[in-house]
């Protein structure tokens, strides 16, 4: 039985129902395609679209943009020697990249968040009305460090960034994936009664500026920043297992990806 | 001689002369109070305005906002413990607060890259109609780790992030402070024949991932990222010098920060 691309995306979206000015669109290739195989990654980089292809995937789903604006606008490209390689590889291969992100987030639970809860095992912890907001068992004795050294273990991070104390106590704190933006994490952290908000990435000069004020303070209030990809990397495995449990005759793989950065 | 808030204000933009929409304005204070010490930082941080206060400065000059948001809007933070802190050390302390962000990067040359080139030695490299556009002396050898090192050293960095080949060969590259917009950063890229950008804070979905496919390519092109706060603390030391020689009557301090983050 042939699956085409426009079927596993309509299953990808339909326990959302259709948004409105979405992000979410087909960057390339055509929903009338038959799909031979798929690759799930954070996001379709030169290297992950090679990947793909030569693992014989020709649809691919990401998280992030592939044309580096979040509205995955390309005229500002135009003749730009990267953006103009990428377009020919993907074209060249005729790939489908489909990127999930406004509809993951909207999934109940947050598709991301699940997988990342997952990834940390961090699920008995979780308020089950807000997953994101996690109590630890009485007495566990944990602190901003603990936490933080655990969080890399477990995602594959060679270093985190922590504003505030890495000392302080935590006994509820928040994982905001992601780059909600500086006043949702703001909020989180004055409205959630939170010792310590887990970031995927900030502004330095909102939440990172708000917390080391807070500290000045006396406040108990830290920060960890995983960096976006890997606050939300694990999350897309929640992709593979529904694409795989719906779909079982296709192959379905995930590329995951080193940082984009390292520390020097 | 009595020297006002005001007199100190229009001195710093009249380089520029008036701009429009500017977030340049005075936080808190007024225009009328006599001047008795200036405390120039990059940011208006809890401990800054202690530390101004405690040495006899009436006013704060600063880079930056001081309400966790670029326009410094302050409806979304009322009841906020953080905000209400600092807004009451402020109204208590009497301090007045000014940004100067928009009309010190007017400046010719931009007076926070002027104070940056300075610090980190490299007025020489400097293109003189393009003061962030650097090249290095034929055959200098350098790389993009021996930047990186260097800029760590000279502006007090414990670790920088770095976007491609560490060991790629650098013979001309941007200095791009601050955090002008993935845009601008990718046009610089482009535009300008560079090896390396060395930026302030980026978007990650942007710039790095710009970087991370070029490298993919096989194309000369890295980026070092200093963090917003070093990547224009010490051109804020222009400021101090300009106030120092127009008003050799006050006291003016720069007081510098640690960055709000630590590495774990």
């Not at 259709?18 to 087909?26: A, H, M, Q, R, S």
């Not at 998280?63 to 005229?75: I, V």
């Not at 310590?196 to 108990?220: C, P, Q």
């Not at 995983?226 to 606050?231: C, D, N, R, T």
């Amino acid at each position: 039985m042939t699956i085409s691309v426009g079927q596993v995306l309509d299953f990808l979206t339909a326990p959302v129902g259709e948004l409105d000015g979405t992000v979410d669109t087909l960057k390339s290739g055509s929903r009338d395609e038959a799909v031979r195989g798929i690759s799930v990654a954070f996001t379709a980089t030169y290297d992950v679209i090679r990947r793909a292809v030569a693992s014989g995937s020709n649809l691919i789903i990401v998280h992030e943009p592939t044309y580096f604006n979040h509205l995955d606008e390309t005229d500002w490209l135009s003749g730009d020697p990267v953006y103009e390689r990428k377009q020919s590889l993907i074209a060249s291969s005729g790939v489908s990249i489909f990127r999930l992100h406004d509809y993951i987030h909207e999934y109940k639970p947050d598709g991301i968040v699940e997988g990342m809860l997952s990834a940390l095992g961090w699920e008995a912890y979780a308020d089950p009305d807000e997953p994101t907001l996690l109590t630890l068992p009485q007495d566990a004795g944990r602190t901003v460090r603990s936490i933080a050294e655990e969080a890399k273990r477990k995602l594959g991070i060679a270093s985190v960034q922590v504003a505030g104390n890495p000392e302080l106590p935590v006994a509820r704190f928040g994982l905001a994936v992601g780059a909600p933006g500086g006043r949702a994490q703001m909020a989180y952290l004055r409205e959630k009664d939170i010792d310590l908000l887990i970031a995927g990435e900030t502004n330095e000069w909102e939440t990172n500026e708000y917390v080391r004020d807070a500290m000045d303070m006396g406040l108990s209030k830290a920060m960890i920043i995983l960096g976006h990809q890997k606050s939300e990397e694990a999350g897309m495995r929640t992709v593979v297992k529904l694409l795989r449990d719906a779909f079982p005759a296709l192959p379905v793989e995930l590329l995951e990806i080193p940082s984009a950065l390292r520390r020097i």
